[in-house]
């Protein structure tokens, strides 16, 4: 933060810059977000006052600034609070407070995508998420980290928690299909489906062989970390599960998620 200029001369220049950041945001979208009012705000954008009270300012570093870019603009406009932030030990989400900050965003566009990219080795970028998502995908990428779902290291952005649940692998699985692009060479790209009626022996053995492939699958991707972002989704069921061991608990959770409309819960 430029020392020797006053707070409101700060709050101006943080306000410019976010502006032209985001060119499309227009004056009232972010007051709506901060919660301070449109009038108010216009003034200080417009220079038309030379003060500013501090629950505004704090509203509006909430918004335009990442955490660490908040600290160090409150360090040097107010120092004595820097002071006890300072000495006061940062206190990171838990593990469950992180599932539950990734259930939320993966259920998102663009935020699944984001989060997607920054689970990978390579992580993602600014310029990517731009490049893919727009101004759109910058608003989301600098709300999950403010949230504390990613973080920034010089220009890689990665994902601090990664662990998906059943019902997220489910959404994750209608979310890739959804991203799958039919002009890709079929080198690089494969959509397929299959069904027929087996012996449960031989649905066993389908599910067996899915799962080594899944192992040679990962070998490779320990073998050739790059810079492309891939993804695979292996879905092995049954249409009818009457002659399968554990009938009665699978056709009660069939029943409940297709015949009675609860599908929305388990994919979306």
Same mark, same amino acid.
């Given at each position: 933060?430029?020392?020797?200029?006053?707070?409101?001369?700060?709050?101006?220049?943080?306000?410019?810059? #976010?502006?032209?950041? #985001?060119?499309?945001?227009?004056?009232?979208?972010?007051?709506?977000?901060?919660?301070?009012? #449109?009038?108010?705000?216009?003034?200080?954008?417009?220079? +038309?006052?030379?003060?500013? $009270?501090?629950? @505004?300012?704090?509203?509006?570093?909430? $918004?335009?600034?990442?955490?660490?870019?908040?600290?160090?603009?409150?360090?040097?406009?107010?120092?004595?609070?820097?002071?006890?932030?300072?000495?006061?030990?940062?206190?990171?989400?838990?593990?469950?407070?992180?599932?539950?900050?990734?259930?939320?965003?993966?259920?998102?566009?663009?935020?699944?995508?984001?989060?997607?990219?920054?689970?990978?080795?390579?992580?993602?970028?600014?310029? @990517?998420?731009?490049?893919?998502?727009?101004?759109?995908?910058?608003?989301?990428?600098?709300?999950?980290?403010?949230?504390?779902?990613?973080?920034?290291?010089?220009?890689?952005?990665?994902?601090?928690?990664?662990?998906?649940?059943?019902?997220?692998?489910?959404?994750?699985?209608?979310?890739?299909?959804?991203?799958?692009?039919?002009?890709?060479?079929?080198?690089?790209?494969?959509?397929?489906?299959?069904?027929?009626?087996?012996?449960?022996?031989?649905?066993?053995?389908?599910?067996?062989?899915?799962?080594?492939?899944?192992?040679?699958?990962? +070998?490779?991707?320990?073998?050739?970390?790059?810079?492309?972002?891939?993804?695979?989704?292996?879905?092995?069921?049954? #249409?009818?599960?009457?002659?399968?061991?554990? @009938?009665?608990?699978?056709?009660?959770?069939?029943?409940?998620?297709?015949?009675?409309?609860?599908?929305?819960?388990?994919?979306?």
């Amino acid at each position: 933060m430029e020392a020797g200029i006053s707070k409101f001369e700060a709050v101006h220049a943080l306000l410019n810059s #976010y502006f032209n950041r #985001y060119p499309r945001v227009t004056i009232k979208a972010l007051s709506v977000r901060t919660g301070v009012p #449109y009038a108010t705000l216009r003034r200080i954008i417009h220079s +038309e006052v030379n003060e500013i $009270r501090d629950e @505004t300012v704090f509203k509006l570093l909430e $918004r335009v600034l990442s955490k660490n870019e908040q600290v160090d603009f409150i360090r040097s406009h107010y120092p004595s609070l820097g002071r006890i932030m300072s000495s006061s030990p940062q206190i990171k989400p838990d593990k469950g407070a992180l599932s539950d900050l990734l259930r939320k965003f993966l259920y998102l566009n663009p935020h699944n995508l984001i989060v997607k990219l920054a689970m990978t080795r390579a992580g993602a970028s600014r310029e @990517t998420v731009e490049r893919l998502a727009g101004e759109s995908g910058l608003l989301a990428l600098d709300e999950m980290l403010e949230a504390g779902l990613l973080e920034q290291e010089s220009n890689v952005i990665r994902a601090v928690f990664s662990e998906m649940d059943h019902h997220a692998m489910q959404h994750q699985i209608s979310s890739d299909a959804r991203n799958f692009v039919r002009e890709l060479s079929s080198n690089f790209a494969l959509l397929s489906h299959t069904c027929e009626s087996v012996t449960p022996d031989a649905l066993a053995r389908i599910v067996a062989m899915s799962r080594e492939f899944l192992k040679e699958i990962e +070998e490779v991707k320990e073998d050739a970390v790059g810079s492309v972002p891939f993804f695979l989704n292996i879905v092995v069921g049954s #249409y009818d599960q009457q002659d399968l061991p554990g @009938t009665d608990k699978a056709e009660s959770f069939f029943r409940s998620v297709v015949l009675e409309g609860e599908q929305q819960n388990v994919i979306v």
